[in-house]
């Protein structure tokens, strides 16, 4: 991968990670909203850190459970959809929308690993 779009997939992941924690500290009022924001992103950070691709260049190939490509894929999208679903759930439609179009214009740029991962 290009170091610009590893730059550019860490910069969304990161900003999912961040729009996930912010609808989780909107789950409540009370005191509790911190727990949940920081909950919500560590589950989806240890779901993201736990399975990989065996040889996978863009990721190491690390992981605690090795998985076909076809669900790291599957894992990557359902982790960048929640994090445009939470910044419109917050009332960011705009960045919501912005967020989205990155994400598109990463998978576009990255057509040789999404190839690579579905024939794994």
Same mark, same amino acid.
């Given at each position: 991968?290009?170091?610009?779009?590893?730059?550019?997939?860490?910069?969304?992941?990161?900003?999912?990670?961040?729009?996930?924690?912010?609808? %989780?500290?909107?789950?409540?009022? !009370?005191?509790?909203?911190?727990?949940? @924001?920081? &909950?919500?992103?560590?589950? #989806?950070? /240890?779901?993201?850190?736990?399975?990989?691709?065996?040889?996978?260049?863009?990721?190491?190939?690390?992981?605690?459970?090795?998985?076909?490509?076809?669900?790291?894929?599957?894992?990557?999208?359902?982790?960048?959809?929640? %994090?445009?679903?939470?910044?419109? !759930?917050?009332?960011?439609?705009?960045? @919501?929308? &912005?967020?989205?179009?990155? #994400?598109? /214009?990463?998978?576009?740029?990255?057509?040789?690993?999404?190839?690579?991962?579905?024939?794994?």
């Amino acid at each position: 991968m290009h170091p610009v779009n590893l730059a550019l997939r860490f910069a969304l992941e990161v900003t999912a990670l961040g729009a996930m924690g912010w609808w %989780g500290s909107t789950l409540t009022d !009370s005191g509790w909203k911190w727990l949940a @924001a920081v &909950g919500v992103v560590l589950a #989806v950070a /240890a779901v993201w850190g736990t399975f990989a691709v065996p040889g996978d260049p863009s990721r190491g190939g690390q992981g605690l459970v090795q998985v076909p490509g076809i669900v790291r894929l599957a894992i990557e999208l359902l982790v960048f959809a929640a %994090g445009t679903y939470a910044l419109r !759930s917050v009332g960011r439609p705009g960045l @919501a929308i &912005g967020f989205g179009v990155l #994400v598109i /214009a990463h998978y576009a740029w990255s057509y040789e690993r999404i190839a690579w991962l579905l024939k794994q």
